[in-house]
């Protein structure tokens, strides 16, 4: 129980960032019925890249931002390979997620990469920086739900149900898919960005299964919250994260190796699928 | 208004064509129906034409522009459709007051205002369709019934005045009741918007009491274009052309 008490607000942490990504790979699972691996690489593209722009010199923030252009753009790229030349998302995504590998030991120049000495968002106060990440997470969750209660939002949300009416309203599904990946993805390096300042150090097989946590996380939510509405749809990443975190942390204390959790990953989101009735998902 | 130059659309597998050089030319505020059994073609025309199948070859002209090449969503800004299968001219998922937003946007671009403040407007035009649904405005469409959800495609067709209006057997899936309403209604909306219209329809009573101008088609062919002494056919002079088909 102490070694429990002792991780949990790590645990917080390491969940509210796993949210972001949740909630970034909410976006094709959840409101486009098109589902997207993407992330597992922009993930990682998102935490490389800003990592090495740290080191270049530039202001965290900005490092950040162009983490997220960059994750976003890869994002596009799974877009495009799908509407222009029918390759399905999840196979389009894994391509350029391994593609990104290569990318990232090239930016690097070496499988990891230490960043203790420069400036960072974070401090190594974890109230603090628990408050950081929670406000971009549910700020990032705040602005999805207003965006999805505008017009422009209200067709977006076409796309995944309804993708024919869609057209026939004279909506441009093709730019509002490349719109939904870009955003998906730029919140998963979102995510990975703010982690590498967060450790303090970017490694090359950072965001290996992280699509899978961030899926076991948002299952987790819906179980709970259920999808109903927009607000609850949009809660569940969040929650879920917060909890499935809290799980594996658990899980550690029982004295399950960190290897193991994998498994009990993979099973978590099997017996959701399994006893839920969820397709696809 | 609407013009089609030589129209041929085939289908893998199938050994004819569907369209075997279709010519027409529908005239602004036109009301055309078209009859045809079964394979005819009719349905394929329709659908060549808002741009959900593509040519084979001709050309279609609409307002002097040519869209042979459009994409359907480019197309969807002049015409607007509603189709026989009632799931897919609405959003199930999606509240009344959101598919009706939906259909007044087309061919504008959405901007960021929140839609629920045309909350107000959507009401009054619901509440002219006399069917009481304006207070499932903020409920799912899915809980309406058949004959309720294709009054509200068709009332959303109509919304943003389409320069056409083509309608697919649009009432053929309700049953007899309902389907006279909704003609009625349709007739109504159509007139006092003089909406440029194409009807698909199997009832040749419909066919005989609305529009101006009818057309028959068979094996991919226009057979018949009547316009001038419409209203003087009656339905047995039909079914001796359709006789004449077989």
Redesign the interface.
């Known amino acids: 129980m102490d070694m429990f008490l002792e991780l949990a607000p790590t645990g917080i942490l390491q969940g509210l960032v796993l949210g972001i990504i949740a909630l970034g790979i909410l976006i094709p699972f959840r409101l486009m019925n098109l589902p997207d691996l993407t992330g597992e690489g922009a993930y990682s593209l998102g935490a490389i890249f800003s990592c090495v722009l740290l080191i270049f010199g530039f202001p965290p923030l900005v490092s950040i931002l162009f983490g997220c252009v960059a994750g976003g753009l890869l994002g596009v790229a799974t877009a495009i390979l799908y509407l222009r030349f029918k390759v399905g998302t999840l196979l389009g995504g894994i391509i350029l997620s391994t593609m990104v590998y290569s990318i990232n030991l090239r930016l690097m120049g070496k499988p990891n990469m230490a960043i203790f000495e420069y400036k960072s968002l974070f401090s190594k106060n974890l109230v603090l920086d628990i408050a950081i990440v929670a406000l971009c997470l549910i700020s990032t969750a705040a602005v999805l739900l207003l965006f999805l209660k505008t017009e422009k939002g209200l067709r977006f949300r076409t796309i995944g149900l309804n993708s024919l009416f869609g057209e026939r309203q004279s909506i441009n599904l093709n730019s509002y898919t490349m719109l939904g990946f870009f955003i998906s993805n730029a919140l998963c390096a979102f995510s990975g960005s703010l982690m590498v300042q967060i450790q303090g150090y970017g490694d090359i097989n950072m965001g290996i299964g992280i699509v899978i946590h961030a899926l076991a996380a948002l299952m987790i939510g819906e179980v709970i919250l259920g999808t109903q509405s927009l607000q609850r749809q949009l809660a569940a990443p969040i929650l879920g994260a917060l909890i499935y975190q809290q799980i594996q942390g658990f899980a550690l204390t029982l004295g399950l190796a960190p290897s193991d959790l994998k498994f009990l990953t993979g099973s978590m989101i099997l017996s959701v699928i399994v006893f839920s009735g969820k397709k696809n998902a | 208004m609407l013009r089609l130059e030589n129209i041929y659309k085939s289908f893998p597998h199938h050994f004819e064509p569907i369209l075997k050089g279709i010519n027409l030319e529908i005239q602004e505020g036109e009301f055309c129906v078209i009859l045809g059994s079964n394979g005819s073609g009719k349905s394929s025309l329709l659908k060549t034409i808002?741009g959900?199948y593509a040519l084979d070859s001709g050309k279609i002209f609409l307002a002097s522009q040519e869209i042979s090449s459009w994409?359907?969503?480019?197309r969807?800004?002049m015409i607007?459709?509603v189709a026989q299968d009632i799931?897919?001219?609405?959003?199930?998922?999606?509240t009344l007051l959101?598919n009706m937003?939906?259909?007044s946007?087309?061919?504008k671009s959405?901007?960021?205002?929140?839609?629920?403040n045309k909350k107000d407007e959507m009401e009054s035009l619901i509440q002219e369709l006399g069917l009481g649904l304006e207070k499932y405005i903020m409920q799912p469409l899915h809980i309406l019934s058949g004959g309720q959800r294709q009054s509200i495609a068709t009332l959303m067709a109509t919304l943003s005045d389409p320069l056409l209006l083509v309608l697919d057997e649009h009432t053929s899936a309700l049953d007899p009741k309902t389907q006279s309403h909704l003609m009625e209604y349709t007739a109504q909306k159509v007139k006092n918007k003089k909406l440029t219209t194409l009807m698909v329809t199997h009832h040749l009573k419909d066919a005989l009491r609305y529009g101006d101008r009818l057309i028959i088609m068979n094996r991919g062919e226009i057979v018949l274009d009547v316009k001038e002494g419409k209203e003087n056919l009656c339905i047995d002079d039909l079914l001796q052309k359709y006789g004449a088909l077989e």
């Open positions: 808002t959900e994409p359907l969503y480019k969807a800004k607007s459709s799931t897919k001219g609405t959003v199930q998922e999606m959101e937003v939906l259909s946007l087309r061919g959405g901007v960021l205002r929140f839609y629920h």
